[in-house]
Every structure is written in C-alpha cells, then in structure tokens.
C-alpha cells in the first residue's frame, strides 16, 4: 500500500497553482507541450525531480519539453507521489469521486481547482 508523499503533493499542487503550465482537456499533453492535462504537469514536476531522486537514472534530454514527459513516467512516479496516477481520487462535488483526468476532462476544473481538492484530500 502507498502512503502519500506530502512534499511530492506538495510540489504538484503549488505547479498547479503557478500559472506555468497551461491547461488542455481530452489528452495529456498538446503537440508541442505548450499545454498539459492535470496528470501532464504530475509527470512534469516528477521528471524535473527524477534525477535528484535517482543520479543513476538516465539525463533528460536538453531539449525535453512538458509533451515529452508522457514517454518517461512509469510505475516509479507514483511511488514517488504515494498515490497512483488513475487512482488519485478526489472529491469533486459529485455523487462520486472522479479521478483527477476525469476532474480535467470531464468535470472541466482548472488547475486550481484540481490542486485545491488534493491539497484538501492529501495535504
């Protein structure tokens, strides 16, 4: 069983909150990058920090962008998060909970959004 990392949330919630990343719906990431789905920026944050969490793993690319990121998040991300990527339930004001892609893509929640429901679920 995962137990939630607070500081890896952490650092999701407030890049959902920095107004960095600009937000799509109905994929993970457009074609060039310039905007991610909820779960986009998760594996972006996770790969920035990869590196400082494993020396060993390979570098990322100099020209690696946030489209990239899709390619390289496995299984060891949600390690890292304590909570996995499609369970990462959230309460959303509905008659159920709704995975954060679904809060994304269907309920249609800003980033702000999505980071305040984890920060209340997680933090």
Same mark, same amino acid.
């Given at each position: 069983?995962?137990?939630?990392?607070?500081?890896?949330?952490?650092?999701?919630?407030?890049?959902?909150?920095?107004?960095?990343? !600009?937000?799509?719906?109905?994929?993970?990431?457009?074609?060039?990058?310039?905007?991610?789905?909820?779960?986009?920026? !998760?594996?972006?944050?996770?790969?920035?920090?990869?590196?400082?969490?494993?020396?060993?793993?390979?570098?990322?690319?100099?020209?690696?962008?946030?489209?990239?990121?899709?390619?390289?998040?496995?299984?060891?991300?949600?390690?890292?998060?304590?909570?996995?990527?499609?369970?990462?339930?959230?309460?959303?004001?509905?008659?159920?909970?709704?995975?954060?892609?679904?809060?994304?893509?269907?309920?249609?929640?800003?980033?702000?959004?999505?980071?305040?429901?984890? !920060?209340?679920?997680?933090?």
């Amino acid at each position: 069983m995962l137990t939630p990392n607070k500081e890896a949330l952490t650092l999701w919630v407030e890049a959902l909150e920095s107004g960095k990343y !600009r937000q799509t719906r109905g994929r993970y990431a457009t074609p060039k990058g310039k905007r991610l789905c909820a779960l986009g920026v !998760r594996n972006h944050v996770y790969l920035m920090r990869r590196t400082n969490l494993d020396p060993s793993l390979p570098q990322l690319p100099a020209t690696f962008s946030p489209h990239d990121a899709l390619g390289w998040v496995g299984p060891e991300a949600d390690l890292w998060y304590g909570v996995p990527a499609f369970m990462s339930f959230i309460e959303a004001g509905a008659a159920f909970p709704a995975t954060v892609p679904e809060a994304n893509d269907y309920l249609k929640m800003s980033f702000a959004e999505i980071a305040q429901h984890i !920060r209340k679920k997680y933090l």
